[in-house]
């Protein structure tokens, strides 16, 4: 078994107002991911997530696809810590954080 990885994804393009978290939240749990994401002001979505590599390797897939309305330009992916795992809400596997 190998140990699981934490991401950060930055995904750019129109995905705000297009149901692209809760796309994002339900291909997490779908994958067994743990983690959380939110909306930023400068118009990306941002998420973090923890699970074995070819879990978030697929969901990693999935967000440069997005949901149906949504136009992905770029994801931006780099290693997370476990901080920023820390900011989803407690008792939640994975969280749809406040915009930032």
């Known amino acids: ?3 699981p990885i934490l991401r950060r994804l930055v995904i750019h393009g129109l995905v705000q107002g297009v149901g692209y978290r809760a796309f994002v939240e ?3 749990e779908a ?3 743990e983690g959380w994401v939110r909306n930023r002001r400068d118009g990306t979505v941002e998420a973090v997530v923890v ?4 879990a978030v390797e697929t ?3 999935a967000c440069r696809k997005g949901p149906f309305a949504a136009r992905v330009d770029h994801v931006v992916v780099s290693d997370a810590d476990a901080a920023a795992l820390g900011q989803r809400r407690p008792g939640e596997r994975f969280s749809m954080l406040p915009t930032v």
């Open 1 to 3: 078994m190998t140990a």
């Open 26 to 28: 339900e291909e997490a």
């Open 31 to 33: 994958l067994g991911l």
């Open 51 to 54: 699970g074995s590599a070819e």
């Open 59 to 61: 969901l990693i897939a």
